[in-house]
């Protein structure tokens, strides 16, 4: 049988340090951003939390060197943290980066500042 070229391909010789993962935590964005194609939209269903728990804790995160959630804004997302936790957990060995991609609309810097936060407005680009 003769395959594709590109079928013929070991994953280890197209990415051999691992994969970049670009998760779609979030179908919706309140933000209206003129460079964001998915502005002020609605992108498709609402995922229950112990969904994407449920994906995460069957990928091999050997294979993987980055992870990237996007969205719509994924800091709209009210199961953020559950997903954070469960990347976390299954990262500890490998330590792989894991990105936020957001409009930094929602995004605060908190500093311990003598024994209190204190919220930091700056601006995220």
């Known amino acids: 049988m003769n395959l594709p070229l590109y079928l013929d391909f ?11 993962v670009v998760y779609f935590l979030n179908p919706s964005c309140s933000g209206s951003c003129a ?12 995922l229950p939390t112990e969904w994407h728990i449920n994906f ?14 996007t969205g719509g804004e994924p800091l709209e997302y009210k199961g953020l943290s559950e997903v954070i936790k ?13 990105y936020i991609f957001t409009s930094g609309r929602r995004c605060h810097l908190f500093k311990k ?3 209190r936060s204190k919220r930091d407005h700056r601006k995220f680009s």
Not at 58 to 65: A, E, I, P, Q
Not at 86 to 98: D, G, Q, V
């Open 113 to 115: 500042r003598k024994g």
């Open 35 to 46: 460079h964001c194609w998915s502005y002020n939209k609605f992108l498709g269903f609402y």
């Open 56 to 69: 995460w804790r069957k990928v091999d995160f050997n294979k993987l060197r980055e992870i990237r959630l």
């Open 10 to 20: 070991d994953n280890k010789k197209i990415h051999p340090n691992g994969w970049e």
């Open 86 to 98: 469960i990347l976390t957990y299954k990262n500890f060995e490998r330590s792989i980066p894991i």
